[in-house]
């Protein structure tokens, strides 16, 4: 299966604060990507990176893959109280169709 | 763009009564569909996916059932709800040019 495993499972900081999270899975990926999920609501992609990339920008999002670590990191920079959610990664890659998903970081972040 | 509805949004069930709940994906054909669960404060436990219509994979042993009678339709089904059925059912599409999974807005179901 594709999965991703997120650390840590719960981070607080200030607003105004940078959050970083990890993600680390166990096969070859393909894409890595990350979503967000909101209390109570379904999850939505935020951003995908591809296993040739090392680094991707988004608005105030910046996600990391080593491949070499099997890892990758989702920085959220000058964060906001609506950034309060829970993060997940899965591997998009082609090859498997069983995309699942580790537990998450909780986020909150506190105005 | 690829939709995902999901039908009914909260639900209240006895402990031994059956369960019907719907996934239906609008602007794609063709995708791979995938049942997740998720307990409160957990994370996601996929349950099944699908890769065509009649063809139904199951991740884990349970008394959930699913099934795929129409390309853009997936149903959720139990014939008897346990306890341990309660939870937050969410439904995804996967369009495989896209690399993105769209996911519905949820079923949450509390069985007593």
């Known amino acids: 299966s594709q999965q991703g495993e997120e650390d840590p499972q719960a981070l607080s900081i200030q607003e105004g604060e940078n959050a970083t999270m990890n993600c680390s899975y166990k096969?070859?990926?393909?894409?890595l990507q990350w979503y967000r999920q909101n209390s109570g609501r379904g999850l939505v992609h935020l951003i995908l990176i591809r296993s040739n990339e090392r680094e991707k920008h988004s608005g105030r999002l910046r996600v990391t893959l080593d491949t070499s670590k099997k890892s990758s990191s989702l920085l959220i920079t000058a964060s906001r109280a609506a950034d309060t959610a829970s993060y997940f990664c899965?591997?998009?890659?082609?090859?498997?169709?069983?995309?699942?998903f580790g537990k998450g970081t909780k986020l909150s972040v506190i105005p | 763009s690829q939709t995902i509805h999901q039908w009914p949004a909260t639900l209240v069930q006895p402990v031994g009564s059956p369960l019907s709940l719907e996934c239906t994906v609008e602007g794609t054909s063709n995708p791979n569909l995938y049942w997740y669960r998720q307990a409160a404060g957990r994370g996601l436990q996929l349950l099944f996916y699908s890769v065509g219509i009649g063809q139904i994979s199951s991740e884990v042993p349970q008394n959930l059932s699913a099934s795929r009678p129409q390309d853009r339709q997936f149903i959720l089904s139990s014939k008897k709800l346990l306890l341990s059925d309660s939870g937050f059912y969410l439904c995804a599409g996967f369009k495989a040019g896209a690399n993105v999974l769209t996911f519905g807005a949820g079923s949450r179901l509390t069985v007593l």
């Open positions: 096969t070859s990926i393909n894409n």
């Open positions: 899965v591997d998009s890659g082609a090859g498997s169709y069983q995309l699942t």
